[in-house]
């Protein structure tokens, strides 16, 4: 159990972490320019404050006396502000929340990056060396939003070079994020629903049909943070779900998208994801546990029946 700082516990991924991480018996403080409802919960405290504000920032990170951090709060979204802007805001937070959180004295520090760093998209082409991707395939970044994420997991190696392994850090990059209402049928981060992304495979190619659900994020970053002290520093995890968002194995799909990738691709059989999530099965013993053909057939009303 620890004291744990998660910014942006208000977004998408913070609240179902934050609530995860206190259902698990941690103590958390929220720093998130907002405060949201769904986080007025036992072992939960919520501070209001604009991060890019490097001394408020310092000093709410000193005053929540806390042993750990987990940092999301961020532009989240690509292109959904200039890139300029995005990369202004998402570099200067990795520098003040993350290296604030080393001023503090805090010895185990977490910062989201995002599967984006490896270039997938690209308008002029990509193609990976192998598939499924892992945390040894090359890093290309294309646009501000990918790029601020491989400068947050820099600034990890950066300020690990500093203070050695006195203090412990890791980066993740979860794949694209479900909360638990969008298996009912509320709006996924793009806006279109889960069904949707299912029934036409377009809508999924752009993150390669990856996902995780938020509560596995969870359950990653509470084993995570458990196993930090025993575990090679500055480490970097993919976190995804065992599966494809996709009805069709990805052997077939992933060529549609991604022109030229049918070799590359053809081991990609049955279920199978684009993402390993190995490495966190590997150092850290996690697996996901949700996948989205019992979620959805789970899930309330409002959600897509099963072919
Ligand atoms: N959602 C995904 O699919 C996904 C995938 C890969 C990586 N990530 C990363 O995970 C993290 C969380 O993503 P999310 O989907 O929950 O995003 P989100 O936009 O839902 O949440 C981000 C939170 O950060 C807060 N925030 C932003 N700027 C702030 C500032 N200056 N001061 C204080 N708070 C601020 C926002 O208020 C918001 O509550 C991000 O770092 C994102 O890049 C998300």
Same mark, same amino acid.
């Given at each position: 159990?620890?004291?744990?700082?998660?910014?942006?516990?208000?977004?998408?991924?913070?609240?179902?972490?934050?609530?995860?991480?206190?259902?698990?018996?941690?103590?958390?403080?929220?720093?998130?320019?907002?405060?949201?409802?769904?986080?007025?919960?036992?072992?939960?405290?919520?501070?209001?404050?604009?991060?890019?504000?490097?001394?408020?920032? *310092?000093?709410?990170?000193?005053?929540?006396?806390?042993?750990?951090?987990?940092?999301?709060?961020?532009?989240?979204?690509?292109?959904?502000?200039?890139?300029?802007?995005?990369?202004?805001?998402?570099?200067?937070?990795?520098?003040?929340?993350?290296?604030?959180?080393?001023?503090?004295?805090?010895?185990?520090?977490?910062?989201?990056?995002?599967?984006?760093?490896?270039?997938?998209?690209?308008?002029?082409?990509?193609?990976?060396?192998?598939?499924?991707?892992?945390?040894?395939?090359?890093?290309? #970044?294309?646009?501000?939003?990918?790029?601020?994420?491989?400068?947050?997991?820099?600034?990890?190696?950066?300020?690990?070079?500093?203070?050695?392994?006195?203090?412990?850090?890791?980066?993740?990059?979860?794949?694209?994020?479900?909360?638990?209402?969008?298996?009912?049928?509320?709006?996924?981060?793009?806006?279109?629903?889960?069904?949707?992304?299912?029934?036409?495979?377009?809508? *999924?190619?752009?993150?390669?049909?990856?996902?995780?659900?938020?509560?596995?994020?969870?359950?990653?970053?509470?084993?995570?943070?458990?196993?930090?002290?025993?575990?090679?520093?500055?480490?970097?995890?993919?976190?995804?779900?065992?599966?494809?968002?996709?009805?069709? #194995?990805? *052997?077939?799909?992933?060529?549609?998208?991604?022109?030229?990738?049918?070799?590359?691709?053809?081991?990609?059989?049955?279920?199978?994801?684009?993402?390993?999530?190995?490495?966190?099965?590997?150092?850290?013993?996690?697996?996901?546990?949700?996948?989205?053909?019992?979620?959805?057939?789970?899930?309330?009303?409002?959600?897509?029946?099963?072919?």
């Amino acid at each position: 159990m620890s004291r744990v700082v998660v910014t942006g516990g208000s977004g998408r991924l913070g609240r179902n972490l934050v609530a995860g991480l206190a259902a698990a018996g941690h103590e958390v403080v929220s720093l998130d320019r907002v405060r949201t409802a769904a986080l007025d919960v036992d072992g939960v405290e919520q501070v209001a404050i604009d991060l890019t504000d490097a001394d408020a920032t *310092a000093a709410a990170l000193a005053s929540a006396r806390a042993d750990a951090l987990i940092h999301l709060a961020a532009i989240a979204v690509p292109f959904s502000a200039p890139e300029d802007v995005i990369m202004r805001t998402n570099a200067a937070l990795a520098v003040s929340v993350l290296g604030g959180a080393v001023d503090a004295g805090m010895t185990r520090i977490v910062a989201a990056s995002s599967p984006t760093v490896l270039g997938y998209g690209n308008p002029s082409g990509w193609l990976p060396d192998a598939l499924p991707l892992d945390e040894d395939s090359p890093t290309r #970044p294309w646009n501000a939003y990918a790029l601020s994420k491989l400068l947050i997991e820099q600034t990890v190696a950066m300020l690990h070079r500093r203070t050695g392994d006195d203090v412990r850090y890791a980066s993740f990059r979860p794949c694209f994020v479900i909360a638990p209402e969008e298996w009912g049928g509320a709006p996924t981060q793009q806006g279109h629903t889960v069904a949707e992304r299912l029934a036409d495979p377009a809508l *999924a190619a752009p993150s390669l049909f990856n996902y995780v659900d938020a509560r596995d994020v969870a359950s990653f970053a509470d084993r995570l943070l458990e196993a930090l002290p025993e575990i090679p520093n500055a480490e970097v995890f993919f976190v995804g779900a065992d599966d494809a968002l996709a009805e069709a #194995p990805l *052997a077939d799909l992933l060529p549609r998208f991604v022109p030229g990738a049918d070799d590359l691709a053809s081991g990609l059989t049955g279920t199978a994801p684009a993402f390993s999530s190995a490495k966190a099965a590997r150092v850290l013993g996690w697996r996901p546990s949700r996948r989205w053909r019992t979620e959805l057939a789970a899930a309330p009303t409002g959600a897509r029946q099963l072919p």
